[in-house]
């Protein structure tokens, strides 16, 4: 059966400065996204493509770290490292919201947002304590859909079928239910993390032979065709995939040599911090701007200047404590270890 074969230095074990760098770049796609939403700016960068480039590192990040371990270790691992600064951070704006905005929520949205599936039963819980929480609901899935897809990994014809059958299921589910913010937010990006997971085995072993079979001709058709029949286009995590490349491969390779180390520590540190930051930083530059504003000072409509020193305020109350709470849930872990 004839193949595509596809070769790539094989990357070092061990951290990857470049995996690091580009979750920076994400997180502050993802930060100017959001502060544009609050400026009402022209999304012109589409910012928003931050969140596609996570998922794709994602797929690359487990496929680069497969090793033989049991579901439960799998998880245990994976989850240790999410949970605890979400629980913390999820505690603390069901706290803030409840006694500062007010806000009131029932016992099955609470119990959901721990067990981080809110995402799973639509827009009203995904979006219902913090805009950015479905994200902890979308990579929690893509754990266990990658623990579905380890008997089929050596086999990347089957990952492009199965993996675009459930993300056109997806795509459905919540096209035809109604759902547009999960429908854009989580479905309309897993076919990123497929794909990430078929780049990241291209980078641990140097190669990659996609044979051209029935089955990657028939997750193709599903991907592509079938949803567009119905206004259906998966297109972000191409963008996504462009801009790594760009960078990995243009940036690094082109750009005087001082520019890129000076661009890559910034980008690592903010690469580091990434989850604590997206968890933080959203209330902080948009509810509890309009808030300070409107409590302390009586304006309840703030001009644009009035909140940008409202973000940049936020911002960096979230840096700090998004570096502190990382540091310190280290050393629990460490203690525990």
């Known amino acids: 059966m004839p193949a595509i074969e596809l070769k ?33 700016w022209q999304n012109l960068l589409h910012g928003d493509v931050g969140v596609d480039l996570f998922v794709i590192l ?42 500062f905005l007010e806000l009131r929520y029932t016992a099955f949205n609470v119990l959901i947002h721990y067990l981080g599936v809110q995402a799973w039963f639509g827009d009203f819980y995904g979006f219902g304590i913090n805009d950015s929480f479905w994200f902890i609901t979308l990579i929690g899935s893509l754990y266990l859909i990658y623990l579905a897809f380890r008997p089929i990994l050596a086999r990347p014809d089957q990952v ?20 547009p913010g999960c429908f854009g937010h989580i479905a309309l990006r897993l076919p990123g993390f497929f794909f990430g997971l078929l780049a990241g085995a291209l980078l641990r072993d140097g190669r990659l032979e996609l044979k051209l079979s029935p089955a990657l ?16 286009v998966f297109y972000s995590e ?26 890559g520590t910034v980008l690592r540190f903010f690469g580091k911090y990434s989850l604590e930051i997206f968890l933080i930083h959203q209330p902080l530059i948009r509810n509890y701007n309009y808030y300070f504003w409107g409590r302390f000072y009586g304006d309840g409509h703030p001009s644009a200047v009035t909140l940008m020193i409202g973000m940049a305020v936020g911002l960096a109350v979230t840096l700090v404590l998004s570096v502190e709470l990382h540091r310190a849930l280290g050393r629990i872990r460490l203690l525990k270890s």
């Open 8 to 40: 790539a230095p094989p990357l070092p074990k061990g951290r990857v400065e470049p995996i690091d760098e580009l979750k920076g770049i994400a997180i502050l796609l993802v930060i100017l996204y959001h502060a544009g939403g609050v400026l009402v």
């Open 58 to 99: 994602s797929g690359v990040g487990l496929a680069l770290g497969a090793r033989v371990e049991s579901a439960g270790a799998f998880l245990k691992r994976r989850l240790v490292r999410i949970y605890p600064v979400y629980g913390i951070v999820l505690t603390a704006y069901l706290l803030a919201n409840t006694h």
């Open 160 to 179: 492009v079928l199965w993996g675009c059958l459930l993300s056109t299921g997806v795509a459905y589910a919540y096209f035809l239910g109604g759902q």
């Open 217 to 232: 001709a028939a997750g193709l058709v599903l991907l592509a065709y079938v949803p567009y029949t119905h206004g259906i």
């Open 238 to 263: 191409i963008t996504a995939f462009a801009l790594a490349l760009g960078y990995v491969y243009l940036w690094r390779e082109k750009a005087p040599a001082g520019l890129v180390a000076s661009t």
